[in-house]
């Protein structure tokens, strides 16, 4: 290969490899935290399959094991959840629509289910996980577009977002005021959302 | 010039394809034309989970609510009934469909719909679901192309209290993307089309029913 073109597929390679990265960095976020400043203060957290398909069961079931071997906090096992709530259970989620991405809309949660979930579970977070969506490829799941907040008991409620393979990086906080009405803080916020 | 035709031909042969599933398109259809579907209520029930089939379930219920003289259950009103719902209703295996009277649920799950109207106490159950949801993509060869979406639409009516299914609906419907522009998003477009789907069967069930809202 002459050195001209040996310089251009470099080039060609540079360039693969930035958009790439571009992409990823832009586009995946596991967890974002909203507030810099929030401490975690609890101890024990449930992971809840707010959606009734059976990936959803099974990405809530994988999310509390790896909770359980690799965090310090107490994570109520999903049989335990499951009899608790009744499993299956629907929750309304943060998403205007679902087909093949989801369009989130952080207004859109039933915190209200959320909360009595919170309370009959007795847990210092609920970390509840949304899978509305997957592309399909012979029958088998090729990509699961997931999304999930976790909710505080304390200090109000708060929650961190994020969603897979949709890549879309939201930063949202709750914060519970007074008792009666929810004041929801994104970005120049605040959005009253009850 | 050429390729560009010859290429629109192919796609809108897919899409006639696509849209008559093989020759067929029935909104709705009786199973006995002579079967005479009597006014009373309806509930119409998502056969699953989905978001298109819950959407398609809701706009559906919307549809009959404003253009028939039956009593409609609300989305919400089955819910609370039921306490779970929606739920996954098993479907039939496609060889054990009939074609010229296709019931798509599984035969055991018969009873799980008597147990909805046990609950509901409607004289219809209107089951759909949708299939198949799709986007489409096509290339020009020489530059351009469109992108469009296209869903497989199932229903079955049930009557009661002879607990028996008179009816069918299986079509396909599809829509070209119009999303990223004034705003607008890919789930606005795919829930057009659901809301066109849901007025094709809708309308077409209150035809054969004669069971229009009369005129003010």
């Known amino acids: 290969m002459i050195p001209k073109e040996r310089a251009m597929e470099r080039c060609i390679r540079k360039i693969a490899i930035l958009v790439l990265l571009i992409s990823l960095t832009a586009c995946f976020s596991p967890f974002t935290p909203i507030d810099q400043d929030f401490r975690p203060k609890g101890k024990t957290l449930a992971v809840v399959a707010a959606l009734d398909s059976d990936e959803n069961i099974a990405v809530a079931a994988a999310m509390t094991e790896s909770l359980r071997k690799n965090s310090r906090y107490q994570v109520m096992p999903q049989r335990q959840v499951a009899q608790t709530l009744g499993y299956p259970i629907r929750i309304q989620g943060p998403f205007k629509s679902a087909y093949f991405e989801i369009e989130t809309d952080y207004k859109k949660t039933d915190v209200k289910r959320i909360r009595s979930i919170q309370q009959k579970l007795g847990v210092d977070y609920v970390y509840a996980i949304w899978t509305p969506s997957s592309t399909v490829y012979n029958e088998k799941i090729h990509s699961l577009h997931a999304v999930g907040q976790m909710f505080e008991r304390h200090r109000g409620i708060r929650f961190q977002a994020y969603s897979r393979k949709n890549r879309h990086a939201e930063t949202v906080s709750v914060q519970e005021r007074e008792g009666t009405s929810l004041h929801l803080a994104r970005g120049a916020g605040p959005y009253r959302i009850k | ?216």
Request: proline letters at 3%.
């Open chain 2, 1 to 216: 010039m050429n390729n560009r035709f010859s290429f629109r031909i192919c796609f809108a042969f897919i899409v006639v394809v696509l849209l008559a599933g093989c020759g067929v398109h029935k909104p709705f259809a009786l199973f006995d034309e002579t079967t005479q579907v009597k006014k009373g209520s309806v509930a119409v029930i998502s056969g699953d989970g989905s978001e298109a089939t819950v959407m398609l379930s809701r706009y559906l219920t919307e549809e009959l609510r404003q253009k028939s003289a039956f009593r409609v259950l609300s989305q919400e009103e089955i819910e609370r009934k039921l306490g779970k719902y929606p739920v996954d209703l098993k479907r039939a295996a496609p060889e054990s469909i009939d074609v010229d009277k296709p019931v798509w649920y599984a035969k055991g799950e018969k009873a799980r719909l008597d147990g909805m109207q046990a609950k509901l106490k409607t004289d219809y159950l209107f089951v759909v679901w949708t299939s198949d949801l799709q986007r489409v993509f096509v290339r020009y060869q020489n530059g351009g192309g469109k992108v469009s979406y296209y869903a497989g639409i199932l229903g079955n009516l049930h009557e009661y209290p002879r607990s028996r299914t008179i009816a069918y609906s299986n079509f396909g419907n599809s829509k070209d993307q119009s999303c990223c522009l004034f705003g607008k998003s890919e789930g606005d477009d795919i829930n057009a089309l659901l809301k066109d789907s849901a007025e094709e069967m809708a309308e077409k069930f209150l035809s054969v029913a004669k069971a229009e809202k009369p005129a003010k």
